[in-house]
């Protein structure tokens, strides 16, 4: 009597898990413990910014009134671009070595990997925006008729957004070369469209109709409310939670498009 071998199963895939707080803090502390390692990463990210900052300010050493109709702006414009550049590259970095391979086969869903590298960028983030904020009001003289605070919250919601964004296009590169290459795709339209160089309202009507869907724009008017407001609009109010939005928007989405390896 013949017995017919049988080939085990393969097991079935994991079902999807809810978010986890305590999954995604560990996701978080052990993305924060290896940029510890990484002076380079961190300088780039808290350091950059107010190089720029100082850089802009002797630009306009002749005109110190042009420094504050547009450094306000650039407060918010240079987190976005460093956090962008910074976290599309660490995370594919993540994906190519296979780190977020092993990461996905253990109980860890996609969102508790996306809401913990957000986390930790966002830690990062606070550190920059602060130091950022606090450099140029209180050392390079940028005067501002609103809240430093107010002004702190849309620097910090800026580069929110850019930690949102790189995770979500890392997902679409399948080298770190390709990652930088989605800066020009991503952020040189909405840095030309934002009203940085001209109004809005100035320009043509299917660009402006353009720079109303794009967070950059809505960025921008945010600072300049700050900037011109002593006290908090409704204009600020609305400018501030489409840029909210559209981070939280962006990291689901990064979620969903997240994938375990490079093809």
């Known amino acids: 009597m013949s017995t017919t071998a049988t080939t085990p199963a393969a097991p079935a895939p994991a079902p999807a898990r809810a978010l986890s707080p305590a999954r995604t803090l560990a996701t978080a502390t052990r993305v924060l413990r ?3 390692h990484d002076p380079r990463t961190i300088a780039l990210l808290v350091l950059i910014p107010c190089v720029l900052l100082v850089l802009l300010r002797y630009v306009f050493e002749g005109s110190p009134r042009t420094f504050d ?4 702006s650039l407060l918010g414009i240079f987190p976005l671009i460093t956090m962008f550049l910074v976290t599309s590259i660490a995370t594919l970095r993540e994906r190519t070595s296979g780190t977020l391979e092993r990461l996905l086969a253990m109980p860890l869903g996609k969102g508790d990997v996306i809401a913990g590298y957000a986390l930790a960028f966002g830690a990062l983030a606070i550190v920059q925006s602060a130091l950022a904020t606090g450099l140029a009001l209180w050392l390079l003289g940028l005067d501002v008729t609103g809240s430093p605070w107010l002004l702190l919250l849309v620097a910090l919601l800026d580069a929110l957004l850019g930690t949102a964004l ?5 997902a679409f590169a399948a080298s770190e070369f390709q990652a ?14 934002c009203g940085l160089f001209t109004p809005r309202d100035a320009m ?13 724009s809505y960025a921008v008017d945010g600072m300049n ?3 011109r407001h002593t006290d ?3 204009t600020f109010v609305r400018d501030v939670l489409v840029v909210a939005g559209c981070a939280l928007l962006v990291l689901c989405l990064g979620a969903a498009t997240l994938r375990r390896r490079t093809a």
């Open 34 to 36: 290896q940029l510890r």
């Open 69 to 72: 109709s547009i450094g306000a």
């Open 166 to 170: 790189g995770l979500f296009v890392s």
């Open 180 to 193: 930088v290459q989605f800066m020009p795709a991503v952020i040189f339209p909405q840095l030309l469209l």
């Open 204 to 216: 043509h009507p299917v660009l402006e109709a353009v720079s109303d869907v794009l967070p950059m």
């Open 225 to 227: 409310e700050v900037l």
């Open 232 to 234: 908090m609009t409704a």
